[in-house]
């Protein structure tokens, strides 16, 4: 059968790969532990799950505006009113859009901005699907690499040496998938600031931004696109701070004329986004906030429990997170004649030790591992254990 030639440039998932490997060790027997999850173990709270039932029992049933309920796309830009410490009510609605979660706000973004063989520059590691959702756009993707031992955060200097000609967009993440960094908001503005010299345009994926943990404090684009609302645009959700992966609601803070580029894309393929799940994030984005404060503690535990007994691993560098809830270290010092590269190391980690782990190369290093610590500590301590002996075996 002939398939188009920009879907089978995609690569396969890695995750997915990942998940089907281990699942049919399951299926024989072996007890399998996940660390390959990028979701919160918590569950969406009560209030929000209130709010569903709510919606269900009045019958709030039928299609909305493709863009978002009103209420929705108003409490939205109050919030990212807030997050850059503007006074609320002050960003347009009609500059919000609601997407089937933030992956979908960034599809949306990138066939409305890119034109065929404009260059997007990504700083990696970066998050799986951005290079695919690039191509999909006809656009190219221009790698920014970095190390761990940058704090695997990028610099003008990084983006001067690496930028293409082409370059039309610059997408960052803050805190990152997969390492978990941050950039302060001192290092943000330096880079958004050169992009804004070279009229790049800027996309700010900020999905993890109240999973930052202390001393690190938040940071966001949100100030700039107020300064330059043609040339940026911040994309949220509610899918990690909430515990709402599976509602898929996204957002986007974007230019009204892109917003509405971006409607008429939405419009011709998945229409509004689910009418129960709208009035589910109205009550997540206006009730207590408690829940992420709880997240947020345990986190951090969990980070620091990890880390403590991955740094002990014999030559591996792996630098502390500010945020997020993943741990990338660099371990091609213990590849061996057997396992030469990530994918390799995983399945002999899998095989031998029952636990699941998502390969560097699907992140843009081939020389590292994301470890997910979204799961209770005895477990995720458990299955560390297993990971060390199975890598430190001869």
Known sequence: ?????????????????????????????KKIISLAVGEPDFPTPEHIRQAAKDALDQGFTRYTPVPGIPALRQTVADYFAGCAGLASESLPPEAVMICNGGKHALYNLLQALLDPGDSVL???????????MVLLAEGKPAIIPSTPEQ??????????????PN???????SPSNPTGCHYSQDELDSLIGWAMERDIFVI???IYDQLVYAPARPSTAVHWWVKFPDKVAVVNGLSKTMA?????????????????????????????????????????????MDSIREMQTAFVRRRDLALDRISSWPGVVCPKPDGAFYLFPRLDSLFTADRTDSASLCTHILEKAGVALVPGVA?????????????????LLTALDLVQKALLEK
């Open 151 to 164: 704090r695997f955060l990028i610099s003008t200097e990084d983006l001067e040496r690496h930028c293409p």
């Open 122 to 132: 990504i700083p990696a590691p970066y998050w799986v699907s951005y290079p695919p």
């Open 1 to 29: 059968m002939r398939i188009a030639n920009k879907i089978r440039s995609i690569p396969a998932s890695a995750t997915l790969a990942v998940n089907a490997k281990a699942q049919e060790l399951a299926s024989q027997g």
């Open 167 to 173: 370059a039309r967009v610059l997408l960052l993440n």
């Open 204 to 206: 700010s994926d900020e």
């Open 244 to 288: 709402m992966t599976g509602w898929r609601v996204g957002y986007v803070l974007a230019h009204p004329d892109l917003i509405k580029a971006m409607v008429r894309i939405q419009g011709q393929s998945t229409s509004n986004v689910c009418s129960i799940a709208q009035k589910a994030a109205l009550a997540a984005l206006t009730g207590p």
């Open 363 to 379: 992140f843009g290093d081939d020389r590292c591992i994301r470890f997910s610590y979204a799961l209770d500590d005895q477990t």
